[in-house]
């Protein structure tokens, strides 16, 4: 670009309003189509794959069974022996209070 002189000062030519548009406009287009992104490519999955996949889910819920049931035996075990214990607590109350009245 060439430069001028004005009021005793330099300055920069500036470029014509339609060319410094095409100018813009041409850059705009190149990072457009360079932005663009391209669609992801997909993993061929064999049917191999597939089959091992199905049978590690398959124990995975097997397992999640298991877990389940052993949960369930515990929780009965435990509301079992807590209803027990308290059983056990009101008699030794019910044996503490006699024994207290004797006195």
Known sequence: MATAVKNGSTKKA????????E???EEATE???KAT????????ITLDERIAKFKKL?????????LVSTLESLQTLISTKTSHLHFCLEILRDWNLRQTIRI
């Open 58 to 66: 398959q124990g995975l819920n097997n397992q999640r069974d298991r």
């Open 31 to 33: 990072t457009v189509s």
């Open 14 to 21: 500036t470029m014509a309003n339609a060319q410094l548009k």
């Open 37 to 44: 992104p391209q669609p992801p490519k997909e993993a061929v």
């Open 23 to 25: 100018k813009l406009a």
